[in-house]
Nanobody, 118 residues
Framework: QVQLVESGGGLVQPGGSLRLSCVASRSIFSINDMGWYRQAPGKQRELVAA???????NYADSVKGRFTISRDNAKNTLYLQMNSLKPEDTAVYYCNAATINPMLMLSWGQGTQVTVSS
């Protein structure tokens, strides 16, 4: 069972930046498309950024141009660089397999809270 541990969240002012990290307990990034999800209070969890096994990236329209997903296979670590943060980016952020098939999802980590507020 792969464990995912997210970190790097915090409180930041609008326009600020944060870099999130997700460490996997074993090497999976070369065999899984991975993504960053977020869940705001009262809303469903949504996929905001994804990176394929080959390194191609995709972003939700709401974060395109502001967020960058990357990974370091040697460190089993997935990153999300978030710039020009907005209050509507406030959510708990999680990493997991980038898939719509629930059978292919990994166990969810605890997530990391991002709060954008002045």
């Amino acid at each position: 069972q792969v464990q995912l541990v997210e970190s790097g969240g915090g409180l930041v002012q609008p326009g600020g930046s944060l870099r999130l990290s997700c460490v996997a307990s074993r090497s999976i990034f070369s065999i899984n498309d991975m993504g960053w999800y977020r869940q705001a209070p009262g809303k469903q969890r949504e996929l905001v950024a994804a990176i394929t096994k080959s390194g191609s990236t995709n972003y939700a329209d709401s974060v395109k141009g502001r967020f960058t997903i990357s990974r370091d296979n040697a460190k089993n670590t997935l990153y999300l660089q978030m710039n020009s943060l907005k209050p509507e980016d406030t959510a708990v952020y999680y990493c997991n397999a980038a898939t719509i098939n629930p059978m292919l999802m990994l166990s969810w980590g605890q997530g990391t809270q991002v709060t954008v507020s002045s």
